[in-house]
């Protein structure tokens, strides 16, 4: 089967700029999750969908970010404007069930 | 609030040798999972195994196994004849009932097998 999907993989936009990144779930997997590792800090979590529902958005940082799930298959993460915090690597995995996440390869912001 | 301590930022460790990488954990919920997962150089996060609070006995997948000490809030993961392909960086990470659906990871361990 096919694995997480995101894209894009590398994203370098300028501070002020809007940047939305994408993850395509295992087929299947109600679950879907973002995370994001910015450098030397461990990987945090932002938010859980169920379907298309956002069950905990509890680890957004701010209203810059908004993550939607359209019809609980793919899911969009947008930042808006970006600032230079905001760089690191935005992890989405997703999971049939409360354990055994399965993650993507990821999408490195760089905002400059 | 919970809490992954790894405190290993690196190891180096020869070719066949048992590695075994620490990781400690806090949490106040009763019911809660511990896993592991492994980080390539590609980058991709590869899931290695889990561990439930509940469960008797100590969790295996092929070469890895996980050393949970439940009294002591430890969930080592034992790597058994280590090979060159497991260089990478290590993560452990917990989820519990009580708290944010995602998982809380530890900062990683970069193990490097050597020749």
């Known amino acids: 089967e096919a694995g997480v999907t995101q894209f894009p993989s590398h994203s370098v936009i300028e501070k002020g700029q809007t940047v939305t990144l994408r993850c395509d779930p295992i087929?299947?997997?109600?679950?879907l999750y973002w995370y994001r590792r910015v450098m030397g800090k461990e990987i945090k979590f932002l938010l859980h969908?169920?379907?298309?529902?956002?069950?905990?958005e509890s680890g957004m940082p701010n209203n810059r970010f908004l993550a939607e799930r359209t019809g609980g298959t793919y899911s969009t993460l947008k930042v808006q404007p970006a600032e230079l915090e905001d760089s690191g690597v935005y992890f989405c995995?997703?999971?049939?069930?409360?354990?055994?996440?399965?993650f993507g390869s990821g999408t490195r912001l760089t905002v400059v | 609030a919970q809490k992954i301590t790894q405190t290993q930022p690196g190891m180096f460790v020869q070719e066949k040798e048992a590695v075994t990488l620490d990781c400690t954990y806090d949490?106040?919920?009763?019911?809660?999972?511990l896993f592991w997962y492994k980080q390539p150089s590609s980058g991709e996060m590869i899931f290695l195994i889990y561990?439930?609070?509940?469960?008797?006995q100590n969790a295996t997948e092929g070469r890895y196994s996980l050393n949970f000490q439940k009294a002591r809030k430890s969930a080592n993961l034992v790597i058994s004849a280590s090979q060159l392909g497991d260089s990478a960086m290590y993560f452990c990470a917990m989820k519990s009932g009580g708290g944010a659906d995602g998982l809380t990871f530890g900062k990683g361990t970069h193990l490097i097998i050597q020749p």
């Open positions: 561990q439930g609070s509940y469960d008797q």
């Open positions: 949490t106040s919920d009763p019911s809660y999972g």
């Open positions: 995995a997703s999971s049939p069930s409360w354990t055994g996440e399965t």
């Open positions: 969908f169920v379907k298309e529902s956002k069950q905990d």
């Open positions: 087929s299947g997997h109600d679950n």
